[in-house]
């Protein structure tokens, strides 16, 4: 089993829907959890960064984390064409920086 | 605002080759990391450098060799390849004294072993 699961859809939604995006980890260690955005043939971009559990908005974009049943969740309000990607949750279980395990990904794409 | 920089973007092997691919990180930043991200999954950590020095290593395998130069920039050598090793290699570095500060990533190099 892998220390990180999400789901790789594809996930297709309409322009202005509410996405929801989710990853579940097995290690108890992991303290620092993000979200990247990651485009064809493109390095990741970092969208999100949350430590240990709470809430975190950042204009459309929202992060979850729930230590205690292991679950992370990214929501995308208002979702736009140009939000169509890869969204990969990666955690670290020593600094931020420290050497990151990723998930699969999930494949996005914002129907216009 | 300056990213982090790799070359090629692009390169074309043949079996048992070598390569070596540079990463020229943020000013200011002391730390990389070299990730390997295969065809539809998710990169995997191979290794990383601070202030010149290995401090971590991942799955990365015995043929691949990396280093860290006085000016940060850094190096991954790859030798005998083979078809497997082809992949969208990426470099990420961070400024290791502050532990806030994130990880920032390349657009990576995209290697065919042929």
């Known amino acids: 089993q892998k220390e990180v699961e999400q789901d790789p859809g594809p996930l297709s939604v309409p322009e202005g829907a509410i996405v929801s995006l989710n990853c579940t980890y097995s290690?108890?260690?992991?303290?620092?959890f993000m979200w990247y955005r990651q485009y064809s043939r493109k390095g990741p971009e970092l969208l999100m960064y949350?430590?240990?559990?709470g809430n975190k908005e950042d204009g459309r974009f929202t992060a979850q984390v729930d230590k205690s049943s292991k679950y992370i969740s990214l929501f995308i309000r208002d979702s736009q064409p140009s939000d169509s990607a890869t969204y990969l949750c990666a955690m670290s279980a020593g600094r931020s920086n420290y050497k990151l395990t990723f998930g699969k990904g999930t494949l996005l794409t914002v129907n216009p | 605002a300056a990213g982090v920089i790799q070359s090629p973007r692009h390169l074309i092997k043949e079996k048992r080759e070598t390569a070596t691919l540079k990463c020229y990180p943020i000013p200011r930043h002391d730390t990389v990391y070299w990730y390997q991200q295969g065809p539809g999954q998710d990169p995997q950590f191979l290794i990383s450098?601070?202030?010149?020095?290995?401090?971590d290593k991942g799955s990365i395998p015995d043929r691949f060799s990396a280093q860290q130069f006085s000016d940060y920039h850094s190096e991954l050598n790859m030798s005998s390849l083979e078809l497997g090793d082809s992949a969208l290699y990426f470099c990420a570095s961070s400024l290791a004294v502050d532990p806030n500060e994130k990880l920032f990533f390349g657009s990576g190099t995209q290697l065919s072993v042929l």
């Open positions: 450098f601070y202030e010149k020095m290995q401090s």
């Open positions: 949350t430590y240990s559990s």
């Open positions: 290690n108890s260690a992991f303290q620092y």
